[in-house]
Every structure is written in structure tokens, then in C-alpha cells.
């Protein structure tokens, strides 16, 4: 089965960073393009990024990116998302997701797991 496990979620003030880790499992990791997306409270699912399986190339929304960044390490299972200068509007539940996929901006994700909190306030 396909597991991935979403950690690193939390109270950070506005501005502060974050770092997302995701542990993967039950797949052929290398064989998959690897994002996060978020859902906040009353607001509807918003991909945010999604790395392809070479790890080479990235995607991100418009509204995460230059202050998001995306990582993966094949031999690990692992992926990552270092978040900066967050803001409350970057407040949801993140949610690590493999198979995804970016069609004129829009994500699409075939697997995830449980998401991690972030939540910035002062």
C-alpha cells in the first residue's frame, strides 16, 4: 500500500520558516513525480508544488512561488518542502502526495496521506 507520512507542521509567526518532510513508502519511489498540496479551513484543495522523479525540475503555484522550495531524495524515499516568509494566508493542512501532475497551473495528485498542520500567527 501506498503510505506517506507528512511531518514538520506547526505555529510559526509571519514571516518565519518551515521545513515539510515527507516519508514515503509501499511504491516504487523513483518511479513518481512528488508534490504537497494545502487545503485551509472553508477554502478548496490548492496545489502547490510538485517535483518530477529525476528531482530535476520543479513546479510551484504562483502563490508559493520564490518563497517555496521543493526537494527529494530517491535513496531516502524522502521529499521536502522548505517554506519561507510565511504568511497567514499560508496557513492549511499540508499534504504530501505522489503522481502528480501540472496542467496549465492546475495540480493534479494520485495518492496521499495524512496532512501536517501549519498555522502562522503572531
Known amino acids: 500500500d501506498v503510505q506517506l507520512q507528512a511531518s514538520g507542521g506547526g505555529l510559526v509567526q509571519p514571516g518565519g520558516s518551515l521545513r515539510l518532510s515527507c516519508a514515503a513508502s509501499g511504491f516504487t519511489f523513483d518511479d513518481y513525480a512528488m508534490g504537497w498540496f494545502r487545503q485551509a479551513p472553508g477554502k478548496e484543495r490548492e496545489g502547490v508544488s510538485c517535483?518530477?522523479?529525476?528531482?530535476?525540475?520543479?513546479y510551484y503555484a504562483d502563490s508559493v512561488k520564490a518563497r517555496f522550495t521543493i526537494s527529494r531524495d530517491n535513496a531516502k524515499k524522502m521529499v521536502w518542502m522548505q517554506m519561507n516568509v510565511l504568511s497567514p494566508e499560508d496557513t492549511a493542512v499540508y499534504y504530501c502526495a505522489a503522481g502528480c501532475r501540472v496542467y496549465t497551473g492546475q495540480y493534479e495528485y494520485d495518492y496521499w496521506g495524512q496532512g501536517t498542520l501549519v498555522t502562522v500567527s503572531s
Open positions: 517535483i518530477l522523479s529525476t528531482g530535476d525540475l520543479a
